[in-house]
């Protein structure tokens, strides 16, 4: 089994900053990727974010210049920082971990309980 503990969301202003984490335990032999998706009401879940093992980095168009992902291996741990942050962030963020439990598995999928990042004045 494999935990993912997401934290930093909360409630800020217009032009204002937050940093999300998301730290994964349990049954893990291999990181393959960690990112971050958002999905707002009434919309489809969207990727914000992703970084891989090598630490290449990939976002989305709408988020690039204002938002960083980075990882800490040693901690398992990916981190989310937004700034000039906009209205239109506003959404539940969840983080997805693609890992395998051990050399003979393939790598599978996991996802977080998700964390909401309202940006409002």
């Known amino acids: 089994q494999v935990q993912l503990v997401e934290s930093g969301g909360g409630l800020v202003q217009p032009g204002g900053s937050l940093r999300l984490s998301c730290a994964a335990s349990?049954?893990?032999?291999?990181?393959?990727?960690m990112g971050w998706y958002r999905q707002a009401p009434g919309k489809q879940r969207e990727l914000v974010a992703v970084i891989d093992n090598g630490g290449s980095t990939r976002y989305a168009d709408s988020v690039k210049g204002r938002f960083t992902i980075s990882r800490d291996n040693a901690k398992n741990t990916t981190y989310l920082q937004m700034n000039s942050l906009k209205p239109e962030d506003t959404a539940l963020y969840y983080c997805?971990?693609?890992?395998?439990?051990?050399?003979?598995?393939?790598?599978?999928?996991?996802w977080g309980q998700g964390t909401q990042v309202t940006v409002s004045s």
């Open positions: 349990g049954s893990i032999f291999r990181i393959y990727s």
């Open positions: 997805n971990l693609v890992s395998s439990s051990s050399s003979r598995h393939n790598p599978r999928g996991y």
